[in-house]
């Protein structure tokens, strides 16, 4: 394995991770609530009354992010090695991983983790097991 050191980005990474973290600790600490993605829209889907709002004012956070990052330079390009079945697939996937194990990375990796939540753990090492089991199928048994 080797790194592209000409597209290595260290600093913009460490921002936006940055900003991640005072992200969910705001939620959490400011509306006691956990900035878990997939939470946030199936609370939209299936509403409350009274709880649109913030979700709502989240959502429109995570689309206009890319519209305040265009104001300072040129969006990145993504470089997307899949066909569209496979995009498809592991969309499906992807989405009934996350309703199977109760919550998605950014729930679990980010706010559960901060919490020493042990499921997040679990669900965690789960997800990354997973990750590193199919890169490795794909591309070395697989040689996609």
Do not use: E, K, N
């Not at 679990?122 to 199919?134: E, I, K, L, R």
């Amino acid at each position: 394995m080797t790194i592209d050191w000409t597209a290595f980005t260290p600093w913009p990474a460490l921002a936006g991770g940055v900003l991640i973290g005072l992200a969910a600790g705001m939620l959490v600490l400011l509306a006691g609530r956990i900035a878990g993605i997939s939470g946030v829209l199936g609370g939209l889907l299936r509403p409350a009354a009274g709880d649109v709002g913030w979700r709502v004012a989240f959502i429109g956070g995570l689309v206009a992010s890319p519209l305040v990052w265009r104001l300072w330079g040129p969006l990145p390009l993504p470089h997307i090695a899949a066909s569209d079945a496979m995009l498809v697939a592991a969309g499906l996937l992807v989405g009934l991983g996350t309703r199977w194990g109760a919550g998605c990375t950014s729930g679990h990796g980010v706010c559960g983790l901060s919490r020493l939540s042990p499921r997040s753990l679990v669900a965690t090492a789960c997800f990354m097991a997973a990750g590193f089991v199919t890169v490795y199928v794909l591309r070395h048994l697989l040689g996609g």
